[in-house]
């Protein structure tokens, strides 16, 4: 079957294969939020629905050498202390990943999804990949309560968050921004939805080489009338620029009371352990 084409992406190609970056820091900094804002979430609804548009496979392995090593390889061993967004992170992440002095595998969205918000909890996720897709189904066990489908999620996002019959509802947006155009037409999207269901928190998560595109970003909410929150952490001064990521971010609209504030407290522990340049890193939070 051919891989379908997205209004909002209609010359994209079938999404690129995250295994090279599993584990980095923008893992890290995305799922330390992506957590933290479930975690919450779930403490104040008893059922909860999690969408994925790029859920990927679900589980990556991890070789000796990569972009691991910045990332989750820097915290493996950390104490982050007792109930912090980092150690509720860490906790989680040492239970579904395979190692013991260092990780030899890292776990996707939808795992940690599944982890923290138990099994009643459905999960709705698609994946271009076909080879990706069948990893995603064998580790999750595509079922009543998760489905796994090989379809456009940005595409699809609006009207799946208003078939969503659950007290809550958490969408993640992941996309691989292999073309600029998915700079404009993915948070259009993100827009689109957060307009149409106004009951669900959603997660744009992006990469950081320079301030130019979020902040062209953020403006397009502000144009729409679409309030958030963006969380950057920057690990690699934007001065020195390289082929790995110089920091991530991620866009949260309307994130339950409290996430803010733990993921502030996180990034004042992954930023300095993740630094590339000495102790060098950056944290900035913008709300409108």
């Known amino acids: 079957m051919a891989t379908p084409r997205s209004r909002y992406r209609p010359d994209a190609p079938p999404d690129y294969g995250h295994r090279f970056h599993a584990g980095n820091v923008g893992d890290v900094w995305k799922h330390c939020v992506l957590v933290t804002l479930l975690r919450r979430a779930a403490e104040r609804a008893g059922h909860v629905a999690y969408l994925d548009t790029h859920a990927g496979e679900g589980s990556y392995p991890l070789l000796p050498t990569g972009e691991w090593t910045e990332g989750i390889g820097r915290l493996w061993e950390v104490d982050a202390g007792a109930d912090s967004a980092v150690a509720f992170y860490l906790a989680h992440v040492r239970r579904l990943a395979v190692g013991t002095r260092r990780p030899d595998t890292y776990p996707g969205s939808p795992a940690l999804a599944r982890a923290v918000l138990g099994p009643g909890a459905s999960l709705d996720l698609w994946e271009h990949d076909p080879r990706a897709l069948e990893r995603l189904r064998a580790g999750l066990s595509d079922g009543a309560s998760t489905r796994c489908r090989a379809d456009d999620g940005v595409t699809a996002l609006l009207a799946a968050l208003r078939a969503a019959h659950a007290d809550a509802a958490v969408a993640l947006v992941d996309p691989p921004y292999s073309q600029k155009s998915d700079w404009s037409t993915v948070p259009a999207a993100v827009i689109e939805a957060a307009a149409g269901a106004p009951r669900a928190s959603l997660l744009l998560w992006y990469p950081v080489k320079s301030l130019t595109r979020p902040n062209a970003m953020i403006a397009a909410f502000q ?62 939070m913008v709300s409108w």
């Open 223 to 284: 144009k729409a009338g679409v309030g958030g929150t963006i969380v950057e952490l920057v690990t690699t001064p934007l001065e020195h620029q390289r082929h790995r990521l110089n920091g991530s971010g991620m866009l949260l609209v309307r994130p339950p009371a409290g996430t803010l504030d733990a993921v502030a407290a996180a990034a004042a522990v992954i930023g300095p352990r993740c630094a590339t340049r000495g102790d060098a890193w950056s944290f900035r």
